[in-house]
T-cell receptor
Framework: GAVVSQHPSWVICKSGTSVKIECRSL??????MFWYRQFPKQSLMLMAT?????????EQGVEKDKFLINHASLTLSTLTVTSAHPEDSSFYIC????????????FGPGTRLLVL | GENVEQHPSTLSVQEGDSAVIKCTYS??????FPWYKQELGKRPQLIID?????GEKKDQRIAVTLNKTAKHFSLHITETQPEDSAVYFC???????????FGGGTRLMVKP
């Protein structure tokens, strides 16, 4: 089956630093990838939709200058949390929709970010 | 935009009993309604889904019903087992490959 990976699986950083999270579709090409954020004991909230070769579409309330998204290839999207603060600590999960079958999507394993 | 409400937020049942989780959505344009099971620290796992042209779908102990007129859908788990204990999320989207709007989640606890 289709596999989506994320790297790193967890990261601890100091307040004020930037953190890059990678989302890769390992065995398929994905025109569209989605980034979700999940705070403890809460639901998944869509942050942005990442389209290969174009600018990401951000949801209301998500700062595009703070959460930089780059989808430079059909198998890789990156989310950079710039100047991270403790309130950015969360579980970040991506999902990818295959270019050959946009009737489905596959989730990555998630990245747990802890900002000290 | 779409808004999905999910109830109950917690559900405790005895092993062997049935569990029902209900969701309502607001956008009549939504056509795809998946259900996910999420264990602590893991990715959501798709357990069953239903599209708007179908009223009911069943897969072994799991079934989903959809009332598009009333804009609500439900997950039914029969003969619950302790390994069914997890957080369950409903979601809605225009298409299966589109962005998902999730419900608030239901923590299901199955007591042995």
């Amino acid at each position: 089956g289709a596999v989506v990976s994320q790297h790193p699986s967890w990261v601890i950083c100091k307040s004020g630093t930037s953190v890059k999270i990678e989302c890769r579709s390992l065995d398929f090409q994905a025109t569209t990838m989605f980034w979700y954020r999940q705070f403890p004991k809460q639901s998944l909230m869509l942050m942005a939709t990442s389209n290969e070769g174009s600018k990401a579409t951000y949801e209301q309330g998500v700062e595009k200058d703070k959460f930089l998204i780059n989808h430079a290839s059909l198998t890789l999207s990156t989310l950079t949390v710039t100047s991270a603060h403790p309130e950015d600590s969360s579980f970040y999960i991506c999902s990818a929709s295959p270019s050959f079958n946009q009737e489905t999507q596959y989730f990555g394993p998630g990245t747990r970010l802890l900002v000290l | 935009g779409e808004n999905v409400e999910q109830h109950p937020s917690t559900l405790s049942v005895q092993e062997g009993d049935s569990a029902v989780i209900k969701c309502t959505y607001s956008d009549s344009a939504s056509n795809y309604f998946p259900w996910y099971k999420q264990e602590l620290g893991k990715r959501p796992q798709l357990i069953i889904d239903i599209r708007s042209n179908v009223g009911e779908k069943k897969d072994q102990r799991i079934a989903v019903t959809l009332n598009k007129t009333a804009k609500h859908f439900s997950l039914h788990i029969t003969e619950t087992q302790p390994e069914d204990s997890a957080v369950y999320f409903c979601a809605a989207s225009l298409l299966a490959g589109n962005m998902l709007t999730f419900g608030g989640g239901t923590r299901l606890m199955v007591k042995p």
